[in-house]
């Protein structure tokens, strides 16, 4: 892959809106944010994403990541819809229309509130639970997805959440922080290694697999 790619990046939680089984919608619905903002609707890009993504393509940009919302795909611990995966599957087919080469983010500082309250990536199993639904994705999208970001900006996600307390849950816990920032990498290697014998399977070009650090 040699041109250069002049692209936008969104997150789930931020614009698609009602993903209420997350655990950022919780901290909304407890006066956490500033002001007591809540997400509500968002952008409503879970409908309007068509016309989002033509005003992306008019700008000249010629790629797009997104994030698929993990709650969406597992809202109570073990229960699984993958019928969202229908609608991400759409929006990079929307992409693939406009020639905007997709990019896939499995993780962008939202989690399954049910992950969330069992610790999050502090569990010692938060690697696996973690595998479990990238896994489900990359079976799906792998095929049509050249570039994957696993987690975006972890080091934000342990910051905010551990030790500057204005991201859920707002513990402040340096132990915490480094339980956090083990599992973040641990669940990276995971996911890097699915994305890649994915890849290997299907008999193609190995994907880009990375993780977007904060700068």
Known sequence: MTDFLWGAATSSHQIEGDNVHNDWWAWEEQGRTEGGARSGKATDHWKRFHEDLKLAADLGLNSYRFSVEWSRLEPSDGTWDESPLDWYEALVGECEKLGLLPMRTLHHFTSPKWFADRGGFTAADAPDRFAEYATRVVARLGARVP??????????????????????????????????????LRSHVKAYDIIHRDARFRARTGPWASRPVQV
Not at 152 to 159: A, D, F, H, S
């Open 147 to 184: 570039l994957w970001c696993t987690l975006n900006e972890p080091m934000v996600l342990v910051g905010g959440s551990y030790l500057g307390t204005f991201m859920p849950p707002g513990k402040f816990s340096p132990r915490m922080a480094s339980q956090a920032c083990h599992g973040l």
